[in-house]
């Protein structure tokens, strides 16, 4: 399995534009996450999906972030407009989804980073 | 929700020497507790983890015990070498219905291994 895949890996883009990240689960992973990592604030959970339904969207800063998860193969995450405060490393991870006897530990992708200029 | 609480947040020691990292957590509900390494520039990555039914787990030179009772954790790693020099991540597990597999995450021990 070639785990969890983020495009792009590095993203630079002007303020006020259009930014979308993508991602692909690993395959038979129900739970997917977007964290956003920064110095200041360490890793935090923007969003997350079990079978394609958003859980948890509580760490979504504000009405310029937005998730989908279409499929259970793909999900992406996307701001509108963006700012330089956005810049951040943004991982995606994925998980098992087992009530019984789980959870398990996650996978993380590459990640993507953003500069906003 | 949880809180999880990491110490500390820089640690220095020499090669050979041991190294302790120590977590807390608040909800005594929990009962998933991973550890990521993460090496500069790259992705977190599960190095171990333990479930609340048990007390300690080893894994080679790594082991993390938990006492459940005190609500801590902790990530030992014995004979360091300068590739364990990272930013390591303890996390507790959520124990709601429909969130149990949402993690918090501590803010991170930054180690060095001075060779």
């Known amino acids: 399995d070639a785990g969890v895949i983020q495009s792009p890996r590095h993203e630079v883009t002007e303020m006020g534009q259009e930014v979308t990240l993508r991602c692909k689960p690993i395959s038979g992973h129900n739970s997917l996450f977007w964290y956003r990592q920064t110095m200041m604030r360490g890793l935090e959970l923007l969003i997350y999906?079990?079978?394609?339904?958003?859980?948890?969207d509580s760490g979504m800063p504000e009405d310029r972030f937005s998730a989908k998860m279409p499929n259970a193969s793909f999900s992406t995450l996307k701001i509108q407009p963006s700012e330089p405060r956005d810049s951040a490393v943004y991982f995606c991870a994925s998980s098992p989804l087992v009530v019984t006897g789980g959870p398990y530990g996650y996978t993380f992708g590459s990640g993507t980073r953003l500069t906003v200029v | 929700g949880e809180n999880v609480e990491q110490h500390p947040s820089t640690l220095s020691v020499q090669e050979g020497d041991s190294a302790v990292i120590k977590c807390t957590y608040s909800?005594?509900?929990?009962?998933?507790f991973p550890w990521y390494k993460q090496e500069l520039g790259k992705r977190p990555q599960l190095i171990i983890d333990?479930?609340?039914?048990?007390g300690e787990k080893k894994d080679q030179r790594i082991a993390v015990t938990l006492n459940k009772t005190a609500k801590h954790f902790s990530l030992h790693i014995t004979e360091t070498q300068p590739e364990d020099s990272a930013v390591y991540f303890c996390a507790a597990s959520s124990r709601g219905r429909d969130n149990f597999n949402k993690f918090y995450f501590g803010s991170g021990t930054k180690l060095n291994v001075k060779p």
């Open positions: 333990i479930r609340s039914n048990v």
């Open positions: 909800d005594s509900a929990s009962n998933y």
């Open positions: 999906f079990n079978n394609n339904v958003p859980i948890d």
